[in-house]
């Protein structure tokens, strides 16, 4: 079985700083893209960065400049690194994968168990 295990998350006042971590693991033969998404209370759950195997790179509107997305390839994890956070980006941070677990099988689509990322006013 597969597992993305999220952590780094917590409280911060507005304009700090965090850094998310994910590791995936299990019966892995190979990592696309990876990615993180949130979801607030009430609101549907969004995509906020994205990074492919070769490490291009693409974020929502409402964190460009902001975030950084990065990938170590060797260790199966992917990062987010979040500056000048806002009270808006209070939300569970989800990691996001496209795997394949074997060689010629399909990718599929996993997510983390999330982490709760509050920004305080």
């Known amino acids: 079985q597969v597992q993305l295990v999220e952590s780094g998350g917590g409280l911060v006042q507005a304009g700090g700083s965090l850094r998310l971590s994910c590791a995936a693991s299990?019966?892995?033969?190979?990592?696309?893209?990876m990615g993180w998404g949130r979801q607030a209370p009430g609101r549907q759950r969004e995509l906020v960065a994205h990074i492919d195997r070769r490490g291009h790179t693409s974020y929502a509107d409402s964190v460009q400049g902001r975030f950084t997305i990065s990938r170590d390839n060797a260790k199966n994890m992917v990062y987010l690194e979040m500056n000048s956070l806002k009270p808006e980006d209070t939300a569970v941070y989800y990691c996001?994968?496209?795997?394949?677990?074997?060689?010629?099988?399909?990718?599929?689509?996993?997510w983390g168990q999330g982490t709760q990322v509050t920004v305080s006013s």
């Open positions: 299990g019966s892995i033969f190979s990592i696309s893209y």
């Open positions: 996001n994968a496209g795997i394949q677990l074997y060689y010629g099988g399909s990718e599929y689509d996993y």
